[in-house]
């Protein structure tokens, strides 16, 4: 199943709206997920079951979708969140990321 | 507290072998399925490899036949056998846990860089 995550490169400022897209090759139910990668960090999950906000990630995280359209929305961009995002799959082996989302500072 | 801490990392020649290791603590490896991701230098992120619970194995059509996930239930840590090494496994090698029901991963190690050159 591959993923292509829209825009792949993004500019915004603190405070802003963001939203982006993860589209799938073929229906994924909710089976999606969403991390953060940090320069030179492991990922961090943000978001699982397309929608459910992981333990400890703040409230301006939120995700959308099922079947093959998913999106991550930030609700205001704060410092901190400038990275690279990327979608995962998990419906079925072998288990595939979207290309990556790099969100940087305007 | 969950860790997980991957070494074994290093440079190797094509056609080589490497074993990668990742030590957790904080909870029970083989309780758990554990995964490998890879993510080659300025590239994005590549499912390897992921253990159940069980023992039951699944590989990347990339790396099937010459890598093989495995686990130490008494050391508590998880392996990466890889064999027949090629250029394009040069990576960055994350292990994960990964939670159920969902599949996700959510604690990872910090990695470990493979470069596979002569």
């Known amino acids: 199943i591959q993923l292509t995550q829209s825009p792949s490169f993004l500019s915004a400022s603190v405070g802003d709206r963001v939203t982006i897209t993860c589209r799938a090759s073929?229906?994924?139910?909710?089976?999606l997920a969403w991390y953060q990668q940090k320069p030179g960090k492991a990922p961090k999950l943000l978001i699982y079951?397309?929608?459910t906000l992981q333990s400890g990630v703040p409230s301006r995280f939120s995700g959308s979708g099922s079947g093959t359209e998913f999106t991550l929305t930030i609700s205001s961009l704060q410092p901190e969140d400038f990275a690279t995002y990327y979608c995962?799959?998990?419906?079925?082996?072998?288990?595939?990321f979207g290309q990556g989302t790099r969100l940087e500072i305007k | 507290e969950v860790q997980l801490v991957e070494s074994g990392g290093g440079l190797v020649q094509p056609g080589g072998s490497l074993r990668l290791s990742c030590a957790a603590s904080?909870?029970?490896?083989?309780?758990?399925?554990m995964s490998w991701v890879r993510q080659a230098p300025g590239k994005g992120l590549e499912w390897v490899s992921v253990?159940?619970?069980?023992?039951?194995?699944y590989y990347a059509d990339s790396v099937k036949g010459r890598f093989t996930i495995s686990r130490d239930n008494s050391k508590n840590t998880l392996y990466l056998q890889m064999n027949s090494l090629r250029a394009e496994d040069t990576a960055v090698y994350y292990c994960?846990?990964?939670?159920?029901?969902?599949?996700?991963?959510?604690?990872w190690g910090q990695g470990t860089l493979v470069t596979v050159s002569s």
């Open positions: 994960a846990r990964t939670t159920l029901p969902d599949r996700v991963f959510d604690y």
């Open positions: 904080g909870f029970t490896v083989s309780s758990n399925y």
């Open positions: 253990i159940y619970s069980g023992g039951s194995t």
């Open positions: 073929q229906g994924i139910s909710s089976y």
């Open positions: 079951a397309a929608s």
């Open positions: 995962q799959q998990l419906n079925s082996y072998p288990i595939t």
